[in-house]
């Protein structure tokens, strides 16, 4: 069975502090994700990553950055966290061997920024 | 530009009946599509898939549908259950590139495109 996990999965930050989200995955996949949900937009890629230290920005990449050191941790960072970056963050996985594309994810880090 | 589209935020259906959900697409060179399941506080899962190249997949009480002139596809729940109310995401894919860098042509990068979602109620 396919694990991916999350830091944390209730996180109360303040505006301007620094927030970092970890994401862990266990199957040796290649391919990493971030993505936020919101009410009405659905999932919206921030960032994805198909190997270690290489990193493409998704559709909404403005307001964060990324690190993949290692091959199973994919880290999403809010530099100056803002209170539109208020979300529930999901982390997903997958192995490029997969030809339909299956992303398996993690079970979300709810964030609140004051 | 929305790719992926449901334009059904959200459904009811009474426990036993068929659930139908919808999702329409714009981009006609997309080569698989996806059906996930989310529950709240929880990540999505994959539920069913479908190649460009077929028009009908079947798992169980699921079954996604393709209709590649309408540029359009549904899932159909039967019977429908109550374990079954969640948000359903429509996605699309193309097949995995090949990015070549500095000669490994094993890497690769491929993204999902996913629907806003429809949240289906299923009634006692």
């Known amino acids: 069975d396919v694990k991916v996990t999350q830091s944390s999965r209730y996180l109360v930050k303040r505006t301007g502090e620094k927030v970092f989200l970890e994401c862990v995955q266990d199957?040796?996949?290649?391919?990493m994700f971030w993505y936020r949900q919101d009410p009405g937009l659905g999932l919206r890629l921030i960032y994805f990553?198909?190997?270690?230290?290489?990193?493409e920005k998704g559709d909404i990449p403005e307001g964060y950055s990324v690190s993949r050191e290692k091959k199973e941790r994919f880290s999403l960072i809010l530099e100056s966290a803002s209170t539109n970056q208020t979300s529930m963050y999901l982390c997903?996985?997958?192995?490029?061997?997969?030809?339909?594309?299956?992303?398996?994810f993690g079970p979300g880090t709810r964030l609140t920024v004051l | 530009d929305q790719q992926v589209k449901q334009n059904s935020p959200s459904l009811s259906v009474q426990e036993g009946r068929i659930s139908i959900l919808n999702c329409d697409y714009t981009?006609?060179?997309?080569?698989?599509f996806l059906w996930y399941k989310k529950y709240p506080a929880e990540g999505p899962t994959f539920l069913i898939s479908?190649?460009?190249?077929?028009d009908k997949n079947e798992d169980g009480r699921f079954t996604v549908f393709l209709n590649k002139s309408a540029k359009h596809l549904s899932l159909h729940i039967v019977p429908s259950q109550p374990g079954d109310s969640a948000v359903y995401f429509c996605?699309?894919?193309?097949?995995?590139?090949?990015?070549?860098?500095?000669?490994?042509?094993?890497?690769?990068?491929?993204?999902?495109?996913f629907g806003k979602g429809t949240r289906l109620h299923i009634l006692p």
């Open positions: 997903a996985s997958k192995s490029p061997e997969i030809s339909y594309n299956e992303q398996f």
């Open positions: 199957m040796d996949h290649e391919n």
């Open positions: 990553s198909y190997d270690v230290k290489m990193k």
């Open positions: 981009n006609s060179m997309f080569d698989y």
């Open positions: 479908i190649s460009s190249i077929k």
């Open positions: 996605a699309a894919s193309h097949l995995p590139q090949i990015r070549p860098v500095l000669g490994d042509t094993s890497r690769r990068d491929d993204k999902i495109i």
